[in-house]
């Protein structure tokens, strides 16, 4: 009987072993475990171990459906960000709840209706922001005359200064130190969270402080940030209507909790929050778009006459009104995308699909949208770059044709958020779009790419 117990005692703990050793490796070649589980489960779900839970991939169109009506109390976008941030150890102290709740509903609101309507009266300030940017990048020629630049890190200043101009307004977009943090900030939160994910809890803190100097990125923020919150709080506390800013921060402001007024600081912290997202992404694709322009040389020209034409001073709202441009970062996305999941989902409770595909409480549920887009029965030569798949695919769509090169059944924009095309998560995304299309059309405008 003791043998008994003890083989079993071994043999969990070796699978216990087993379990955490393929954890770690998730760390290392995540992306690339599931991308082969994929393949191998032929469309079905499947589990891929990660060092704190497993991740169920979903990838039919009713089990992506089901992902995205299910409660808010049941699987939470909101408890997958506090545990991949940990904010209580990145970002000073401040504290998330594992489900934001209605008192959340405004900043939604904020971000989809209101910033997107001020979009076009913005357009000149953020081309002109982004046409300083770069050519601030580029004013110290080498002595032949060319400029030699690393393209990441310049889009990414870039953005940085153009989504500080949309989110603090120009006055803080235009303070270097701030502007530095801001650019920072969600470059430390993410490396200090990766490493926290193998640190010891009594040790985070220490770590921590370490790997962020402090907390120095959002102490920045905070201290630039603070006496402006405070004193628009106290102006719309009073109803003031006089000059009031148009910028993002001003919007959540004003769509933040009303009868339990938010403090200065809790404040603060929901706007940092919002402003982590809003860079990454947008610097990575912008920047896999003028790489695949300098790969590819033929999409130059055609691109170049589409924009010149509907667009000649780089200005334009909708890039509906350019299908080739539109079609062409549409497949740098597809083809280049440095994220492998997608709506992720983190289940607060046990949760069942209708199919009885179980999530177990803690675990997550997430699209594999890279192997997604990389599946040639989803998509005709998969691997290869075809700038213009998707503008063909749309005019056939549009005529009720179908279209072997797109696993869509209706034509869609870069912008668009569907089952088939679930690159931004869910929500309307258009208002971060635009400011790609400026930086690509300040590159069709110079004369040599």
Known sequence: MYAYIMLL??????????????????????????????????????????????????????????????????????????????????????????????????????????????????????????????????????????????????????????????????QL????????????????????????????SFLRHSVASLVTERHRAVKTLMRYLEPVVNQRLAMRAVGSTENVPVDCMQWLIETSPRKTQWTTARMVGEIIAVWFGSVHQLAMTAT??????????????????????????????????????????????????SDAITVRRKALTPFTFSDGVRVDQGDWVCIPQRAMMRDPARYSHAQQFDGFRFARANKLLALNEGCADVPEGAPLQLTDVDVDWPIWGLGNTAWWVLPLFSLIAFAMHTPRL
């Open 288 to 337: 896999y778009a003028i790489e695949d322009l300098c790969l590819h040389e033929e999409y130059v020209h055609p691109l170049r006459e589409e924009i010149n034409r509907i667009a000649p001073e780089g200005l334009c709202p909708e890039l509906a009104a350019m299908p080739l441009l539109d079609s062409f970062l549409r497949e740098t996305v597809r083809c280049t995308n």
């Open 173 to 200: 977009a235009r303070n270097p130190e701030f502007t530095a943090a801001a650019l920072e900030f969600p470059q430390t939160v993410i490396f200090a969270s990766e490493i926290l994910r193998i640190t010891p």
């Open 9 to 170: 005692f071994l043999l969990s703990l070796l699978l216990l072993c087993i379990r955490c050793l393929r954890g770690w490796f998730y760390l290392i070649r995540g992306p690339e475990m599931i991308d082969e589980a994929y393949v191998s489960a032929g469309g079905m779900p499947f589990k891929v171990p990660t060092p704190n839970n497993n991740h169920l991939m979903v990838t039919s169109s009713y089990h992506i459906k089901e992902l995205i009506n299910a409660p808010l109390q049941s699987l939470s976008l909101h408890a997958v960000a506090k545990e991949i941030l940990q904010p209580k150890y990145t970002m000073s102290g401040f504290e998330w709840q594992d489900q934001r709740g209605i008192e959340g509903t405004g900043f939604v609101r904020a971000l989809r209706s209101r910033l997107t309507a001020h979009l076009p009266g913005m357009l000149p300030d953020l081309k002109r922001m982004v046409d300083a940017a770069i050519m601030e990048e580029l004013s110290t020629p080498e002595t032949d005359g060319s400029v030699h630049c690393r393209l990441f890190p310049l889009i990414k200043r870039a953005v940085t200064k153009v989504n500080c101009f949309v989110f603090f307004g120009e």
